[in-house]
């Protein structure tokens, strides 16, 4: 049987749940028991959590566990075979509902970049709101612009995703998604094609979009950035949550069994989260 927590004091002297970040509102993002297969493979079931808004929520666990699944169905670029996701309130699955309205809310960067070879950075970065929002072209550059400065790229706007690292072309993916003025980023594993030299500097940027206030839901297996920057953390192991909540708990005091063992796999063993170190990796997997 599987280790499902320690249980938990009921009563007057029960501990109060943690609060968190923009629950005095509805949740942003809801998932109610999603459920998703492909063939005899469960990828999700049952999964339940809420992203607040001004949130960053990081899932971790095991490779193959269901995270980026998940997260391509929070914006259906996957169907679900069972449950709800509801984004402001309103039902995904609700045929009556523009997906496409509602997709251009949420920012999306994938694990490889995706940017357009033929277009400069500029270009990649101006093209949504020039094609999508119609902005014309002399605004949506000169928003581009301060976008790329944002990242770091200002001086890279007129050269083409060929001619940079891969950690560049990632900050410009970052650009390009907030170009579309997003509720929600959504990052699928960001760093998990960079170099461990330029890891550093695409999480430095995800750090300061964390400190404006962007709600974020980040699939990562980038402790050091999990346990500084999130505010909740969930844990997904064979396409279930095992366990949720802030980083205090789950990297310094996890209460499930399989929790522990994950990250005892990765060197964690209930470390304090006070340091000033870098963000950077302690072990990939």
């Not at 280790?3 to 509102?25: I, N, Y």
Request: glycine share 8%; with cysteine; net charge neutral.
């Amino acid at each position: 049987m599987r280790d499902t927590g320690t249980a938990v004091p009921q009563g007057e002297f029960a501990p109060s749940p943690p609060r968190r970040v923009g629950d005095s509102t509805a949740p942003i993002l809801a998932f109610e028991r999603v459920s998703k297969a492909y063939g005899a493979v469960v990828a999700l079931s049952g999964v339940d959590f809420s992203v607040h808004r001004g949130e960053v929520v990081c899932l971790i666990g095991p490779s193959g566990s269901g995270k980026s699944t998940l997260l391509r169905c929070a914006n259906a670029l996957e169907t679900i075979d069972g449950g709800r996701v509801r984004f402001d309130g309103v039902d995904l699955q609700d045929g009556a509902t523009d997906v496409r309205q509602l997709r251009r809310r949420m920012g999306m960067v994938f694990q490889n970049f995706e940017l357009f070879p033929h277009l400069s950075v500029l270009r990649n970065v101006a093209i949504g709101p020039m094609t999508v929002l119609a902005a014309p072209r002399a605004v949506a550059e000169r928003e581009a612009l301060e976008l790329l400065r944002k990242v770091g790229l200002v001086d890279k706007a007129s050269v083409y995703p060929a001619a940079l690292s891969g950690g560049q072309q990632q900050r410009v993916a970052i650009a390009r998604a907030l170009a579309m003025q997003p509720d929600v980023m959504l990052f699928d594993e960001p760093t998990s094609a960079l170099d461990p030299e330029t890891i550093g500097e695409v999480l430095s940027v995800m750090k300061r979009l964390a400190d404006e206030g962007m709600t974020m839901v980040v699939v990562t297996h980038e402790m050091d950035f999990a346990k500084r920057v999130a505010n909740w953390v969930v844990v997904f192991d064979r396409g279930t949550v095992i366990e949720q909540g802030p980083p205090q708990q789950i990297f310094s005091n996890p209460q499930v069994a399989r929790t522990r063992e994950f990250l005892s796999h990765l060197g964690w063993h209930g470390e304090s989260l006070a340091t000033a170190d870098p963000l950077v990796v302690k072990q990939r997997m």
